[in-house]
């Protein structure tokens, strides 16, 4: 089992940064792929970021490419999502999930483990 908890969210004026931050209990974290979705009010949940177990590689949404960076730090069983210049549109509910196995994965279906979510608004 994989517990996984975000913080970091908060409200923002457009063009700031967040940086956002997933705590995981799981053993072997590094064998996880993990990824942030995001969920705005009356919209899908939709892919944001992933990155493979030892951070070999990452993959970003068009919509945040050159904005979003997303990071891990295996010691410490974290994983980050760094936001900068934001847009009212990255307005939503941000979510850390795990996937094993690995490989990169971009839909909701391939995750097995969800945090609870953090809630990023920004104001324009």
């Known amino acids: 089992q994989v517990q996984l908890v975000e913080s970091g969210g908060g409200l923002v004026q457009a063009g700031g940064s967040l940086r956002l931050s997933c705590a995981a209990s799981?053993?072997?974290?590094?064998?996880?792929?993990m990824g942030w979705f995001r969920q705005a009010p009356g919209k899908e949940r939709e892919f944001v970021a992933t990155?493979?177990?030892?951070?070999?590689?990452?993959y970003s949404a068009d919509s945040v490419k050159g904005r979003f960076t997303i990071s891990r730090d295996n010691a410490k069983n974290m994983v980050y999502l760094q936001m900068n210049n934001l847009k009212p549109e990255d307005t939503a509910v941000y979510y850390c999930?795990?996937?094993?196995?690995?490989?990169?994965?971009?839909?909701?279906?391939?995750?097995?483990?969800w945090g609870q979510g953090t809630q990023v608004t920004v104001s324009s």
């Open positions: 990155i493979g177990g030892n951070g070999a590689y990452t």
């Open positions: 999930a795990a996937r094993n196995p690995s490989g990169p994965a971009r839909r909701t279906d391939d995750y097995n483990y």
């Open positions: 799981a053993r072997a974290f590094s064998t996880y792929v």
